[in-house]
């Protein structure tokens, strides 16, 4: 089949660059990914590495505009775009940069993260999850919670984001299960719901005796008394109930939103719903694309 898109929306992250190819109307007409992730890359390889994935979609007649999100615009990516800071409202085109291209055909606008000053914090990409978020719901008032590597939660009020803070719960929880001692009692699957909500809990109630309950997995491994699957769901349940906990102000009383990997999601949906907290999953894949096409038709960035 040819692809013959009207214009190419990517999200350029750490270890992944994905491609959507849409139509005029922000529909998806196909989409495509690769490994070229910001990492492995040197700011002269960003180019290359998108002409890899779509080169051969590219007219011969008309430039293609390429909207991205995400990595590429940060210190080390293809082109450093500066942080809008908050309050804001999700980026627009029109606070977009121009990358530089040595192809004809091939028109790439980056758009900015988003800062905070107080406490020092940033996104790159997650906005852009958020503005599609509102593309669906403009009025929506409440939190979005962006769960991954490192896990967001953001205040919307007014279609801005007014504060946000970030966890780095999914990447202490990777190092601690493949790089700590635990990655000899810890297992490759988790699927016990009780265990992780009763993690949960004593995360949130007892996070000063974190590191004891880490070694009290360890030790449940080699009496015999706990399988490597509970271990697993026991580890993830410690994090997520103590970043809950830490994160109360913006879920106590507020509608949520999960924006991530539907495991993932239905992980912090189950954690929240221990807590009597109702939540919406809406997935990644639909809500990036859609922020986009949102940010392609003006959403502006300012204050």
Known sequence: MTIAPDWIALDWGTTHLRAWFMNRRGEIIAKRESGDGMSGLTKDGFERALLRLIRDVLPDTHPVDVICCGMAGARQGWIEVPYLSVPCCPPGLDRAIRAPTGHPHLSVHILPGVSQATPPDVMRGEETQIAGVLAADPGFDGVICLPGTHCKWAEISGGRIVSFRTFMTGEVFGLLAEQSILRHSVGATDAHPAAFAEAVSEGMSHPAEFTARLFRLRAS????????????????????????????????????????ETRLAERYAQALATLGVATAQLDPDKVTPAGLARARMGGSGTA
Request: proline letters at 2%.
């Open 221 to 260: 491994s080699l009496l015999g008394a706990q399988d490597p699957a509970t271990a697993r769901a026991r580890l993830s349940g410690l994090l997520i109930g103590m970043e809950l906990a830490a994160a109360r102000r913006f879920w106590l009383g507020r509608q949520v939103v999960i924006v991530g």
